[in-house]
């Protein structure tokens, strides 16, 4: 039988960000990033004019603290152990939608911090690239984490066999943002969910039967 498959996102379950990013926005750009509202579409605005920032003004910036700050993110509490852990009893693999070109980067800095898995970078629903490593690794389980709950969407829709943890490591953010109705379960610390986690890796189980949080009682 194959090994388990974790597949994890990296910002906000692995590293720090949005709170590095919002400092480099208001250092560097004289950009407010404020999202007590929840609402990352109305988060980034103008200062001298307070007009929210179009799309197109937020993606360069967003891409260019990815070019050359990622020096400021700083590992999520118990992220390095509790990987460690899972890695004994399976395959992890780092899933961050990331422009491609940002990829050694990634790698180099979860290294840094003492993080050493495959990583891949993905843009948009994060359904295709699970599928396709379920494919690849043909696990006897595998478990999904990311922050967004888009992406519990995507991969509750292409891979519903799949264990689904929604985890807002950012404290901030965690307090405003409600669980992803498409996951299974929300835990925010992963000093908790790796057991969590563990225990459906090796349950011999698949998520397709398990309610997920949109329809718990």
């Known amino acids: 039988m194959n090994r388990p498959l974790l597949i994890t996102d990296c910002d906000e379950v692995l590293l720090h960000m949005v709170s590095h990013f919002r400092t ?11 999202l007590s509202a929840g ?8 200062r001298k004019t ?19 700050e990622m020096h400021r993110q700083t590992l999520v509490p118990h992220a390095r152990e509790a990987l460690a852990d ?18 050694e ?14 990583v891949l970078c993905n ?28 992406h519990h969407n995507s991969v509750a829709r292409a891979a519903p066999q799949v264990f689904r943890l929604h985890m807002i490591a950012e404290p901030e953010l965690a307090a405003i943002m409600p669980p992803a109705p498409d996951a299974h379960v929300r ?5 908790e969910a790796r057991h ?9 189980l698949d998520g397709s039967a398990m309610p997920v949080i949109g329809t718990a009682a």
């Open 196 to 204: 969590w986690i563990a225990a459906r890796l090796t349950s011999g």
């Open 24 to 34: 480099w926005l208001d250092e560097v750009h004289e950009v407010d990033f404020d």
């Open 86 to 103: 899972l890695a004994e009893i399976a395959d992890v693999v780092v899933l961050t939608n990331l422009l491609d070109q940002h990829q």
């Open 105 to 118: 980067r990634r790698i180099a800095q979860l290294e840094a911090v003492g993080i050493q898995h495959r």
């Open 50 to 68: 307070g007009d929210i920032l179009a799309r197109d003004r937020t993606w360069p910036l967003l891409n260019g603290f990815f070019e050359t």
């Open 187 to 191: 835990i925010d610390d992963w000093a």
């Open 123 to 150: 843009q948009g629903g994060k359904g295709t690239p699970v599928t396709a490593l379920l494919e690849e690794y043909r696990p006897s389980a595998a478990v999904f984490v990311d922050d967004l709950a888009l």
């Open 39 to 46: 609402d990352y579409s109305r988060a980034v605005r103008d």
